[in-house]
């Protein structure tokens, strides 16, 4: 799988916890979609960096969030 990894991978970012609930926050009010942190990653990603390319993708799974993380989540949307 690493291997394929590296074939298939032109880089790897970090993102935060912070940037994480966002991307359950942008998930839940434009997609409808409630989703953990890790399935957030991609979007995270997306939205904090300068990533190249005119088309990105991301794989949206994990829909089985932590109620007091969906709560936060939730709330700071509510906050906006």
Not at 50 to 79: K, Y
């Amino acid at each position: 799988a690493v291997l394929r990894m590296r074939e298939l991978v032109d880089d790897m970012v970090l993102v935060t916890d912070s940037a994480l609930l966002d991307g359950m926050r942008l998930a839940a009010r434009t997609l409808g979609l409630l989703i953990e942190p890790s399935a957030a990653a991609g979007l995270a990603a997306i939205a904090s960096h300068d990533l190249p390319g005119r088309s990105l993708a991301t794989v949206l799974t994990g829909t089985d969030p932590r109620s007091s993380l969906l709560a936060q989540a939730l709330e700071d949307q509510a906050g906006r």
